[in-house]
């Protein structure tokens, strides 16, 4: 892993780099806060070991400054320090820091420190890698879906077109029969065919208007206009006027 280290003082530099090359870790060293920020946006350092107190920038502004940066991976940082209590660990975890180690440290010690920051790195990178996948597959699937939709309004759209024709001719020809002298069952039959087919037809303009609306602008279903789809309580006879003989 590739590690960044920041302190002014040369020995902590020297058994920062030493401790860290022995764990097996690539180490970039910094003499202080400014060359340590430069040093993070010109490579990838997913973790950051830096003193408290450094001149240009110390620790706590170098952890505000990259956690206000909006990158994706996630830069994981160690606060090094002489201070010790409540108040400067809280004041370094409000700053960005994840870890707060005071000097001297223990070797060992310190080794277990870099092991968690690695697991916790890793998991980031699980995350974000599943993260990632997740999108493409949402993407994916969102494709999938519109081409789909896509494919329904179409067929939609033509299917009313053409059942349309046949209708009007139906009705056309029933308006026809209803004008010459019928006997009273020949009446009643075609005032039901004119019935079923304004029915039909009021059902075939609701689909079509479906299909050429979007998701969220299918507010007239649900107003009296739409009350085809709900049964045939009433029928209106808007059929096309009669075919001329």
């Known amino acids: ?26 180490v970039h060293e910094a003499a202080n806060g400014r060359e340590a920020w430069d040093a993070w946006h010109s490579g990838a350092f997913p973790l950051i070991i830096s003193d408290w107190l450094m001149p240009d920038l110390d620790g706590p502004g170098l952890c505000r400054r990259i956690r206000a940066e909006p990158r994706t991976d996630y830069t994981y940082i160690i606060l090094l320090t002489s201070l ?27 080794a277990a420190r870099v092991r968690v920051a690695e697991r916790i790195l890793g998991l980031h990178a699980s995350l974000r890698a ?21 494919a329904k309004d179409e067929f939609l ?56 609306s979007g998701s969220s602008d299918l507010s007239f279903l649900a107003t009296p206009s739409g009350r085809a789809f709900a049964g045939r309580t009433e029928v209106r006879r808007d059929a096309p006027p009669p075919l001329h003989r």
């Open 157 to 212: 759209s033509r299917a009313s077109h053409e059942l349309r024709t046949p209708m009007h001719q139906i009705l056309g020809f029933a308006q026809l029969l209803e004008m010459d002298p019928l006997a009273l069952e020949q009446k009643e039959s075609v005032g039901q065919i004119l019935s079923s087919g304004a029915h039909l037809l009021s059902l075939i303009d609701r689909i079509l208007e479906v299909s050429q």
């Open 130 to 150: 599943a993260n990632t996948d997740l999108e493409r597959r949402v993407r994916e699937r969102t494709a999938e879906l519109e081409t789909a939709l896509h």
């Open 84 to 110: 010790s209590g409540k108040t400067n660990y809280l004041e370094a975890m409000t700053a960005g820091a994840d870890d707060f180690i005071t000097k001297p440290f223990e070797k060992d010690a310190f």
């Open 1 to 26: 892993m590739n590690i960044l280290i920041a302190d002014d003082d040369d020995i902590t530099l020297l058994l920062l780099s030493s401790t860290l090359g022995k764990l097996g870790h690539e």
